[in-house]
């Protein structure tokens, strides 16, 4: 089964300063990877995704990722944090169809320090 | 992007009554649903797939009795929380596909959440 691994559960980053989120995923295939964001009380927004192709994946709000299949990983990066980027992130990892849903990691959480 | 809406966002409800969260794909048909279920300060545990005008597929650990869903048109998927208790007490997110896009891409769009208090 197609699973993710979100090793860091609280990460705290000094505004302005770069950041990565780690995730690994687990899939025989190929996999759909997606990172969503989600504030205290809300859904979930996604910040970008990759299917195939270039595995350097541009997202919204300055975030992007780099899928390393030698790696299983799909880490997120962002070169300057800002306060509004306090969140919970999650990678997840999904197959085709319409009946595919999405399996999430446990998240990471973000708190952004002045 | 899709737009998937979620009613209500907020209800608290006696132990023992019945509770009723709609979830509506607002420009596109869905013939596939999901529900979620999460914890606090936890991740998205998916509880169903929801299927239009069929019976919905639940996890492993999920009780069907428990949690109904209908799934009556292409844009909207009920999740009823029965004889709710308060560990039933939770955020439930709904999503959704798109299928019209163009390879199917996997991407889901998700619901503002409801959050449901069982006193």
């Known amino acids: 089964a197609q699973s993710v691994t979100q090793p860091d559960i609280h990460i705290t980053v000094s505004e302005g300063a770069s950041l990565e989120l780690r995730c690994n995923y687990s899939y025989g295939a190929t996999p759909y990877l997606f990172w969503y964001v989600q504030s205290p009380g809300q859904g979930l927004q996604l910040l970008l995704k990759y299917f195939s192709g270039d595995t350097l994946v541009q997202g919204i709000k300055g975030f992007e990722a780099e899928f390393k299949r030698s790696q299983s990983s799909f880490n997120l990066r962002k070169p300057s944090v800002h306060w509004s980027d306090a969140a919970e992130y999650f990678c997840a990892v999904g197959g085709t169809g319409s009946g595919y849903a999405l399996n999430f990691g446990k998240g990471t959480s973000l708190l952004v320090t002045p | 992007g899709a737009v998937v809406s979620q009613h209500p966002s907020r209800v608290i409800c006696k132990s023992g009554t019945s509770v009723k969260i709609e979830c509506r794909s607002l420009?596109?048909?869905?013939?596939?649903m999901f529900w979620y279920r999460q914890f606090p300060k936890q991740s998205l545990m998916l509880m169903a797939t929801?299927?239009?005008?069929?019976?919905?597929?639940?996890e492993q650990g999920v009780e069907k009795d428990k949690f109904l869903i209908n799934h009556a048109s292409l844009t909207l998927s009920t999740l009823t929380v029965t004889s709710a208790h308060p560990e039933d007490s939770s955020f439930y997110i709904c999503?959704?596909?798109?299928?019209?896009?163009?390879?199917?891409?996997?991407?889901?769009?998700f619901g503002e959440g409801s959050r449901l208090t069982v006193l």
């Open positions: 999503s959704a596909r798109d299928s019209r896009l163009a390879g199917n891409t996997g991407e889901l769009f």
């Open positions: 420009d596109f048909q869905a013939t596939t």
């Open positions: 929801s299927n239009e005008g069929s019976k919905a597929t639940y």
